[in-house]
C-alpha cells in the first residue's frame, strides 16, 4: 500500500510526527505537539484543554494494537491525516483528522471516523 505524503509545510510535517506518535502510543509526543488550550472533536464530542487531550490519547493508546498512516497532506496551517487503526475491539478503523496549527503547535484536530462497528461489538458485551 502506497501512504501519500506530500509536507509542503509545518502542519504537515506536525502532523506526521503526531500521527506516529498515535501509532507508537507516545502520548507525551503527542501533548509536547499540542498547545494548552487544543481542542478535540470527534464522534464523541468536544474537549478542550491539554489535560483532556491527553486523557483522550491515554484512552485511544490502550485500546490501539497499531495504525497504518495512509495519507498525511497539508500546508503551514492545517493538514490531514488518513490513518487506519486497528484496535481491541475493533479490527479495522478507517479515521481521518483534520489538523490545525498555530506558532508550531497542534491548535486543533476534527477526529471522522465511523463509530457504528464500536456500537456493534458493544452490544456483543455482557454485563457482568
Known amino acids: ?59 485511544f493508546a490502550r485500546m490501539t494494537k497499531g495504525i497504518t498512516v495512509l495519507a498525511i497532506l497539508g500546508d503551514d496551517e492545517q493538514a490531514v491525516v488518513v490513518y487506519n487503526a486497528e484496535t481491541h475491539p475493533v479490527a479495522n478503523a478507517p479515521v481521518a483528522e483534520l489538523i490545525k496549527v498555530k506558532n508550531g503547535k497542534i491548535i486543533s484536530t476534527d477526529v471522522i471516523y465511523d463509530a457504528a462497528p464500536f456500537a456493534a461489538y458493544m452490544t456483543t458485551i455482557r454485563p457482568h
Not at 29 to 46: A, E, F, M
Open 1 to 59: 500500500m502506497n501512504t501519500s505524503i506530500q509536507f509542503q509545510g509545518k502542519a504537515a510535517h506536525i502532523a506526521k510526527i503526531y500521527v506516529e506518535a498515535i501509532g507508537d502510543k507516545n502520548v507525551d509526543t503527542i501533548v509536547s505537539l499540542s498547545s494548552d488550550d487544543v481542542i478535540c472533536t470527534s464522534p464523541r464530542g468536544r474537549i478542550a484543554g491539554i489535560d483532556k487531550f491527553r486523557q483522550f490519547h491515554d484512552g
